[in-house]
């Protein structure tokens, strides 16, 4: 199986973070924060160190901002609702996946939505300032597409929103680990990570980088601290992770780190030259593609379809031929119907550094006979 | 020298404040909780060695709130 859905989660993990979870596995399966025992203290240290190299990574100001999660959604959740209050407007964009829509339409949110330009970052920029209102209290938004690629101007956003005083939230499921994020550079309050796509993490891990207040949790339960009281801490990061954390995949961070720094300036590069190898030579062919990824920038994500099949049929043939590839809507709505692509969701191509020249051309083969 | 019971807010501000001192040239490590005062539960301690204000000052200026601290001459 050829394996191209890695905007849903990294297909193929580097040895080194295989590696940390088999050794948390085995020498840090105690629970950390809970018990007085070196073990347990061992495994506190090395979820401490994740922090660290999280916060360092991504431009925060300590570990203590960094919370571990389940998932990005998660993330999103404990943003949204732990910050806006009934009275709040917030600024999203129209490329936006249901873990920020589906939480704002259950709170009720007076929610504005900016459009965002496929090819002009000051259009996009300029859309999300008209949508700001007196009452607007954050600005959240994708930093890259999950059905488009395409790359959000969050460095200019964060400016306009640091002009105006107004939180800014990112969800980064794509982008993390993808393309470089520095949350101070870029004046970002919450940055939502998928810790198991562009970190290649396992899946189940999920983070929230703080550095803006967060008011309320959504979830309470023991943190191994105050326990004599039945209110929930309000010190990051434990009031947000009640419950045993996933050790063994938070133990791979660094390494998931340490892989994309090796490689920080080629990974990008190398994997948006798959997907215009893919674009390139299906033109003029029974494909067809919703973005160019030759212009503008756009993370490692393309949309499209072939004879104007249900995208899910289409990947269900390829399933069949050996190509891993995802229809549908992909969870995002509100980016098929700017796409009009709303009957038939579209086919997702994501590759990863993993891939080959040759894994793309076989893909291309196939498509070309479809 | 005096021995200084810190408790903190948490593991990871436990673990911050003593990496903070050791970097300071303290002697410092941390502890779960002993003597659990009836108000708070459980929770961890840096144990640390030196001039109490010294370290205060130390914890304070990187943002570690301090709940409780007892000395030992």
């Not at chain 1, 806006?84 to 964009?93: A, E, F, K, T």
């Not at chain 1, 954390?245 to 798959?274: M, R």
């Amino acid at each position: 199986m050829i394996y191209f859905d890695n905007a849903a989660t990294t297909g193929h993990k580097p040895q080194s973070v295989i590696n940390s979870v088999n050794y948390a596995l085995k020498n840090l399966s105690a629970n950390p924060g809970r018990s007085g025992h070196t073990y347990s203290q061992n495994t506190a240290i090395t979820v401490y160190n994740s922090r660290k190299k999280v916060s360092d990574f991504f431009g925060s100001q300590g570990p203590e901002t960094v919370v571990f999660t389940n998932n990005c959604t998660t993330s999103i959740n404990y943003v949204l609702k732990g910050v806006l209050s009934p009275s709040d407007h917030i600024v999203v964009s129209d490329l936006e996946h249901n873990a920020v829509m589906r939480p704002l339409k259950a709170m009720g949110a007076e929610v504005s939505v900016a459009k965002v330009s496929l090819v002009d970052d000051k259009e996009t920029v300029s859309n999300f300032e008209k949508e700001v209102k007196n009452n607007t209290k954050m600005i959240f938004c994708t930093a890259a597409s999950n059905v488009l690629g395409k790359i959000l101007p969050i460095e200019k956003i964060g400016d306009m929103c640091k002009e105006k005083g107004i939180l800014f939230g990112v969800d980064a499921a794509q982008a993390a680990g993808v393309i470089p994020i520095d949350m101070k550079r870029m004046n970002i309050d919450y940055l939502c990570i998928a810790a198991h796509k562009g970190l290649y993490c396992p899946m189940g891990l999920g983070i929230l980088i703080a550095r803006g207040p967060i008011n309320r949790t959504i979830i309470e339960g023991g943190t191994g601290t105050d326990s004599i009281d039945f209110v929930q801490p309000k010190t990051l990061p434990e009031m947000l992770e009640s419950g045993t954390i996933n050790v063994p995949a938070i133990a791979s961070v660094g390494a998931g780190i340490d892989f994309v720094n090796k490689y920080k300036n080629c990974l990008l590069k190398y994997e948006n030259k798959l997907v215009k190898r893919l674009y390139n030579n299906l033109q003029n062919s029974n494909v067809v593609f919703y973005t160019n990824p030759n212009i503008s920038n756009y993370a490692p994500v393309i949309s499209f379809n072939v004879n104007n099949i249900h995208s899910e049929k289409t990947v269900a043939v390829l399933n069949q031929k050996g190509f891993a590839l995802r229809g549908g809507l992909h969870c995002a709505p509100t980016a098929h119907k700017k796409i009009g692509t709303l009957n038939i969701g579209t086919v997702r191509f994501s590759p990863s550094v993993f891939n080959t020249t040759r894994e793309v051309d076989l893909l291309v083969k196939e498509l070309k006979n479809f | 020298m005096q021995r200084h019971i810190i408790s903190v807010k948490s593991i990871t501000y436990a673990i911050k404040g003593r990496d903070l001192l050791r970097k300071k040239g303290f002697r410092a490590y941390i502890e779960r909780k002993i003597n659990s005062d009836g108000n708070t539960g459980c929770g961890y301690v840096i144990i640390a060695e030196g001039n109490r204000q010294k370290i205060v000052n130390e914890l304070m200026t990187f943002g570690i709130n301090i709940n409780d601290i007892n000395s030992i001459a």
